[in-house]
């Protein structure tokens, strides 16, 4: 330490308090019921012994045989040969945009219908995003208005960059219709799979047959890693570049060399050690959560003015959310007041996602449609869709609903 400099003072000890233990309720006081949560995250029991090992062995950072093992269960369970694990689902359309080629100002297009993250990395890097309507028979992308709109487009002279369709809620797209219409042009297809693991279309998995599909490991998701998420392909050249781009595009050398910038974008061995012990669930949790679609189908259907997610016949949904329609003119109270009803009882449901193209963040991005997706906007309802959601935790949502409709009956 040079001569007359003051000896570096330690810095202050952090203290955390303590969470307050809950009082218990005086006696003769109702107990609160426990809140029903929309599709919280659900623990196999392997987790913990998973986490110990990959602990154990050294391995945290994104590489290494944990993630390897998750990629390979990935393949096994998707059905797509070559996968890369990355950081977020958001991160892996980000990485299928690079490898499309996206560049700023051009177009792509997408269903209205669906999550923020699915056109928002095409944005950032500078793409005009087009948003087309939905169909009532699966409420993903209407093949029949992307049909019009690519013949347009042939006649403007500016074709999309990338049609990117949404597997909602857990339901397949008609990928094969998209794919037919997307190749007689020459668009490659990125399939936004985030919430389907486990569904299929036509007896294939989710995705199978896009150029690219995008997968999600979310809190939320039917399998979770706490984050997390996937990019697939048939092609093994576009998962070996988005591999290297996804570990900031270094070269092979022995200092950092790089012909071209990337990103951080490869999934921790701790991440990828939850989701290697949550993907062996994965058939049993599309079993429970179908089953919770039926029950509620069962104990609402006979309602005035209450619809459901429909299934087309060439599909088979994962049910990640189950979805009612709340119709005020048929009779069901409006879709806000039973929202408002389930979550003063601790209940919590969501509304369908908002269509982009209402969304003031894209108020100026063309479109193509969107009344289909705004009707299913202003009566749709996820309701809670947990794979662990009890018979009794449902009913007690199916009597709130119904209570509902006793106030509206008044």
């Known amino acids: 330490m040079p001569l007359g400099q003051a000896a570096p003072q330690p810095g202050p000890i952090l203290r955390f308090p303590r969470p307050a233990r809950p009082r218990p309720p005086s006696a003769g006081a109702p107990r609160a019921p426990e809140p029903i949560l929309l599709s919280p995250p659900q623990l196999t029991g392997g987790e913990l012994a998973a986490l110990r090992a990959t602990l154990d062995s050294g391995w945290i950072a994104p590489a290494g045989p944990v993630p390897e093992a ?63 309507d939905v169909t009532p028979e ?60 486990g569904a299929t279309q036509r007896g294939r998995h989710a995705g199978r047959g896009a150029r690219l599909a995008a997968f999600s ?37 022995p200092h950092y060399q790089h012909e071209e910038t990337g990103f951080t974008y490869a999934l921790s061995s701790v991440l990828a050690a939850v989701g290697l012990a949550q993907l062996p669930a994965l058939p049993q949790r599309v079993e429970a959560r179908r089953a919770v679609f039926a029950r509620y189908r069962e104990g609402l259907g006979d309602l005035p003015g209450v619809g459901f997610m429909p299934e087309p016949a060439w599909g088979q949904a994962n049910r990640w959310l ?59 309802l996820c309701l809670p869709s947990g794979s662990g959601l009890t018979p009794a935790q449902q009913e007690r949502v199916i009597a709130a609903i119904r209570a509902c409709f006793g106030e509206a009956g008044r």
Not at 228 to 247: C, E, H, K, M
Request: proline share 7%; with cysteine.
């Open 217 to 253: 490991f979310n809190g939320n998701k039917i399998v979770t890693a706490g984050g997390g998420g996937a990019l697939a392909s048939d092609d093994p050249a576009l998962i070996a570049r988005a591999r290297r781009l996804a570990n900031q595009a270094k070269e092979p050398s």
């Open 322 to 380: 189950s979805v009612a329609l709340f119709h005020p003119r048929a009779g069901a109270p409006d879709r806000e007041a039973v929202r408002e009803a389930l979550s003063a009882l601790g209940i919590e449901s969501r509304p369908v996602w908002k269509p982009l193209h209402l969304q003031p963040a894209f108020r100026d991005a063309p479109q193509a449609g969107g009344a289909a997706a705004a009707r299913l906007f202003e009566a749709g």
């Open 70 to 132: 998750f990629e390979a269960a990935l393949a096994e369970a998707t059905g797509f040969p070559h996968l890369l694990a990355t950081a977020s689902g958001t991160a892996a359309l980000h990485l299928g945009y690079r490898l499309l080629g996206v560049v700023p100002g051009d177009e792509v297009w997408t269903s209205t219908l669906t999550f923020v993250a699915t056109i928002a990395p095409a944005v950032q890097m500078g793409a005009v995003p087009r948003f087309l």
């Open 138 to 197: 699966s409420w993903t992308l209407d093949p029949a208005l992307l049909e019009r709109e690519l013949a347009r487009a042939v006649r403007r002279g500016r074709l999309p960059r990338a049609v990117v369709p949404v597997d909602l809620f857990g339901q397949c797209c008609d990928l094969d219709a998209i794919l037919a219409l997307c190749e007689r042009w020459g668009v490659p297809v990125l399939c936004d799979s985030a919430a389907a693991l």
